[in-house]
């Protein structure tokens, strides 16, 4: 029963990663494409940080939950 739980924790985890990064992804190119206001250079720093963040939090997710990816049939 206790792996269960623990097995749980990990894909509850994982799709919280996911989430996240997605959002930090969509966050970053809606500041860059929308935000007007802001001056140029805060405005690129700003929408690449939340991209570089988005993108490494996709590549942990991928090296640390290797046991829930789904693999090819090949």
């Not at 990990?10 to 799709?15: H, T, V």
């Not at 935000?35 to 997710?61: E, H, T």
């Amino acid at each position: 029963m206790e792996g269960s739980a623990s097995e749980e924790l990990r894909r509850r985890q994982r799709r919280q990663i996911g989430i996240l990064a997605w959002v930090l992804l969509i966050a970053g190119a809606a500041i860059l494409l929308f935000l007007d206001r802001i001056p140029l250079p805060v405005r690129l720093l700003m929408g690449f940080v939340d991209l570089v963040a988005g993108a490494g939090l996709l590549v942990l997710r991928r090296q640390k939950f290797t046991e829930f990816r789904k693999t090819s049939p090949r």
